[in-house]
Nanobody, 129 residues
């Protein structure tokens, strides 16, 4: 049974930092492209970041580029999202996702939620001004 469990969310003031973790079980993490998505109240789920199988390549939404960093430790079956210089508009529930057939380099679709097979339950991030 595949499980993705996010942790590390919380409340922080604008300009602060948080580090989210996503612990995976029931799968071989190195076989999956991993992504982070977020959903704010009343809004659709949106892409935040994605990382290739080995961790060599990462892509980011324009809204978080330069502030967020996605990384992975396949030996620990864990993916991370380091979030710096947080803004109130970053407030959302953050989800990690795993996809075994995500088109990452050619005809890239890593930013599409429907490309991913497994999802965590989400962790709340609240940024106050």
């Amino acid at each position: 049974q595949v499980q993705l469990v996010e942790s590390g969310g919380g409340s922080v003031q604008a300009g602060g930092s948080l580090r989210l973790s996503c612990a995976a079980s029931g799968l071989i993490l190195s076989s999956y492209v991993m992504g982070w998505f977020r959903q704010a109240p009343g809004k659709e789920r949106e892409f935040v970041a994605a990382i290739s199988w080995s961790g060599a390549t990462a892509y980011y939404a324009n809204s978080v580029k330069g502030r967020f960093n996605i990384s992975r430790d396949n030996a620990k079956n864990t993916v991370y999202l380091q979030m710096n210089s947080l803004k109130p508009e970053d407030t959302a529930v953050y989800y990690c996702a795993a996809g075994i057939r995500v088109k990452f380099y050619t005809d890239s679709r890593y930013y599409r939620a429907e490309e991913y097979d497994y999802w965590g339950q989400g962790t709340q991030v609240t940024v106050s001004s």
